[in-house]
């Protein structure tokens, strides 16, 4: 049994759609220590799942995307302001208030980034609730492989989203892994095995 304890969270800074917390927490050799937690949820949600045993509900859907009629990888070229510059990424988004599963989620994210149409979730695939920086952030999502149909279409962007989607071959996507781009980690490996397959 761990020796590690949380002992207690306190609200540092609150904005929209992020929290920073500080965890008081006991380390493993009993000394009192301080973490940073950046958080998409509020206080008390984040108190019951320390201390109460709340399973929290994913934040976001991550969507591995084919499009059926080309046989290609659906990325999206996106400007993010923490790096100040485009990166590959998947179509990706946070889950809406009311939102009762990620199949609502992937469907609105996906035809909002790409135009794109959702055809059939693959759920032997997908994973529904995984993390991607613990490190910094108790962000969960669902890892989700789809297939899709339909024109790239940016025309149900919002303001605040500077998207290019693109459907990619295997080759385009050999290139992709060769060249300098930036690329976010989740859209390297699933080009990665989209390749494989």
Known sequence: MSKVKVNDVTMLA???YLKLYDAQYTNKNGDERHWTIASRKDLDTVK??????LEEKIDAVIIVATHVESNKL?????????????????????VDLGEDGFETTVKRELKE???????????????????ASVGMT??????????????????????????????????????ILKSNEKIDVKALMAMQKFIEE
């Open 138 to 175: 108790n962000e969960s999502f669902a890892l989700v492989y789809c297939t899709c149909k339909g024109e790239i279409s940016d025309e149900n962007l919002e303001a605040d989203e500077d998207i290019e989607a693109m459907l990619v071959s295997k080759e385009e996507a050999k290139e």
């Open 74 to 94: 659906v990325i999206i070229k996106q400007f993010r302001v923490p790096i100040n510059n485009y990166v590959l990424e998947l179509p990706a988004g946070l």
């Open 48 to 53: 019951k799942h320390f201390f109460n045993g």
């Open 113 to 131: 980034e790409t135009g794109l149409d959702l055809i059939e979730i693959d759920y032997e695939k997908t994973k529904t609730k995984v993390y």
């Open 14 to 16: 609150e904005t929209k």
